[in-house]
């Protein structure tokens, strides 16, 4: 079994930053893409970044300059980097990878259970 555990909400004030963090745990497992989505009281799960094992980034356009992903792939752990926030960017963070475990025989999706990130205005 594969585990994703973020950290790093929290609430700030607008125009400033947040560094979230998602470490898979488990056996067996190797990661492709990770990626951050963010899901506001009453609206649908969207997608904010995501990057691929060899560091390809797409972004959501709302967040273009502000926001910054990466990883390293030896400690399994992406990061989303949150810069000038705004309070539109408030929501529920959460992480999601495409892991391959030995034991499934193939790729599925796993989700961390969310961190609250609360901009004021």
């Known amino acids: 079994q594969v585990r994703l555990m973020e950290s790093g909400g929290g609430l700030v004030q607008a125009g400033g930053s947040l560094r979230l963090s998602c470490a898979a745990s488990?056996?067996?497992?190797?990661?492709?893409?990770m990626g951050w989505y963010r899901q506001a009281p009453g609206k649908q799960r969207d997608l904010v970044a995501r990057?691929?094992?060899?560091?390809?980034?797409n972004y959501a356009d709302s967040v273009k300059g502000r926001f910054t992903i990466s990883r390293e792939n030896t400690k399994n752990t992406a990061y989303l980097q949150l810069n000038s926030l705004k309070p539109e960017d408030t929501a529920v963070y959460y992480c999601?990878?495409?892991?391959?475990?030995?034991?499934?025989?193939?790729?599925?999706?796993?989700w961390g259970q969310g961190t609250q990130v609360t901009v004021s205005s």
């Open positions: 488990g056996s067996d497992f190797s990661i492709n893409a």
């Open positions: 999601n990878a495409d892991v391959y475990t030995r034991i499934y025989g193939g790729y599925r999706a796993y």
């Open positions: 990057i691929t094992s060899g560091g390809t980034t």
